[in-house]
Structures are given as C-alpha cells and as structure tokens.
C-alpha cells in the first residue's frame, strides 16, 4: 500500500507564496503520476496541477500563470510552488499519485488559508 504524506500548508497573505510537498511512501510501487487537488468549502473537489512520466504537465487556467509543479520520480515526491496567491486560493489541498496497479492514492490533505 502507498501513503502519500503532504506538507507546507498554512496561512498567508494575499499576494504571499507557499510551497506543498508530498512524499509517497510503501514498497515495490510504481507510480506514473502526482498531483494536487484543492477543496474549498461548500465546492467540489478540483484539479489544480498534474505532472505525468515524461514531465507532462497539466495546469488549471486559474494558477497557470502563479503556480509550479514539479516531481522527483527518485524520491516519489511532488512540490507545488504557489505564488502571488489570492484569497480564492483558500482551500485544503490534497496530494494524489496514480500508482501502476493500485489506483489512484490520496493523501490526507493540507490547509491553505489566503488572508486578504
């Protein structure tokens, strides 16, 4: 079984910057992609950013401009480094891995809180 382990939430200003890690633990697993979702309250879970093998990236409209992933296959890690972040922005954010024969992997999530 794979556990996926995120850290680097918490609260910030408006216009201020986080970084989100998530390390992927267990044994003899493969995954084949990482990313972040975000939940705000009252609204459905979203994709915020993916980055598949062969580094192909996939980036809501929203944070394209704002937010990097970016993944070590190595370390079984991936890191989102949010930017110029907005009030809207607010959200707890979950890690995910797809991991070849097991499905999708989630993580127990992260709270970010954009103060305007």
């Known amino acids: 079984q794979v556990q996926l382990v995120e850290s680097g939430g918490g609260l910030v200003q408006s216009g201020g910057s986080l970084r989100l890690s998530c390390a992927a633990s267990?044994?003899?697993?493969?995954?084949?992609?990482m990313g972040w979702y975000r939940q705000a309250p009252g609204k459905q879970r979203e994709l915020v950013a993916s980055?598949?093998?062969?580094?192909?990236?996939n980036l809501q409209a929203t944070v394209k401009d704002r937010f990097t992933i970016s993944r070590d296959s190595a370390k079984n890690t991936v890191h989102l480094q949010m930017n110029s972040l907005k009030p809207e922005d607010t959200a707890v954010y979950y890690c995910?891995?797809?991991?070849?024969?097991?499905?999708?992997?989630w993580g127990q999530g992260t709270q970010v809180t954009v103060s305007s």
């Open positions: 980055i598949a093998d062969g580094a192909t990236i």
């Open positions: 995910n891995a797809g991991v070849v024969g097991a499905g999708i992997q």
């Open positions: 267990g044994t003899g697993f493969r995954i084949y992609a």
